[in-house]
């Protein structure tokens, strides 16, 4: 609570987007499928992800550079709080962020714009949880990599622009080139993008996306498992 661009930054950002983009585009209310708007189909899944990835790629990581950097975990290491309990405490505090992150992005959008619940609530529900591991699992890559609080939110943003860019933050992925949305689907921002989409008309959601957003979760924990560093 006391760092408040820690929570200015995932919570406001997305909402950010969000009007930006709900207010520029003609056609926001318009049902693409029974229940279900341009807004609902484009915007929201995009919203979702990005309050995710704000504070899985960019937050946890900061945090996690600056323990190492004043020697806490070192400290916490000759104590019984083991440093793998602070880890455990920091992303159970990241996740109540981005349960709050989501809920006021979501209150935003159907108070104002009209936004409608995803047809296959469950399916969302795990694709949520998914894009939270895949996410975190591209943070803790960040951590292990980044020698200090400074490089790690550097890293952390080169991280999230280049993955959100790819995976319809500034428009469709459909209006980029046919590579980039043939990379954009395997990457874990453009995955989760992708299923929740899925979610939101009540389709099944692509076995890709799922071997996606897993891969990104075993990668990150493996290479934070060989590079990362209590001190």
């Given at each position: 609570?006391r ?17 930006m ?7 926001v209310?318009?049902?693409?499928s ?5 807004l ?13 990835s ?6 946890m990581?900061?945090?996690?550079a ?9 400290r ?6 083991s ?7 920091q ?5 109540l ?12 959008a ?5 936004a409608?619940?995803p ?9 949520l ?11 803790m890559?960040?951590?292990?990599v ?9 890293i ?17 992925v ?5 590579a980039?949305?043939?990379?954009s689907s395997?990457?874990p921002f ?6 929740f989409?899925?979610?939101w ?18 990668l ?9 560093r209590?001190?």
């Amino acid at each position: 609570m006391r760092d408040t661009a820690g929570l200015i930054v995932p919570l406001g950002m997305p909402l950010l987007i969000l009007a930006m983009q709900a207010i520029s585009f003609d056609d926001v209310r318009q049902e693409m499928s029974e229940g279900i708007t341009v807004l609902d189909f484009y915007l929201l899944p995009v919203v979702v992800t990005m309050v995710v990835s704000t504070i899985a790629v960019i937050n946890m990581p900061s945090f996690l550079a600056t323990y190492r950097k004043t020697k806490l975990l070192r400290r916490l290491a000759v104590t019984p709080a083991s440093p793998a309990m602070v880890l455990v405490a920091q992303m159970v505090v990241s996740f109540l962020q981005v349960i709050l992150g989501i809920t006021l992005a979501y209150a935003v959008a159907m108070a104002f714009f009209g936004a409608n619940l995803p047809h296959h609530r469950l399916t969302a529900l795990g694709v949520l949880l998914a894009t939270c591991a895949a996410l975190y699992g591209v943070g803790m890559i960040v951590a292990s990599v980044a020698p200090t609080p400074n490089s790690s939110v550097a890293i952390g943003l080169l991280a999230f622009f280049g993955l959100a860019a790819l995976g319809g933050m500034f428009g469709p992925v459909q209006n980029l080139p046919e590579a980039l949305q043939q990379l954009s689907s395997w990457l874990p921002f453009g995955a989760a993008v992708e299923a929740f989409q899925s979610a939101w008309i009540g389709e099944p959601v692509q076995a890709q996306r799922w071997l996606v957003l897993a891969g990104a979760a075993v990668l990150g924990a493996g290479v934070a498992g060989v590079l990362f560093r209590w001190d």
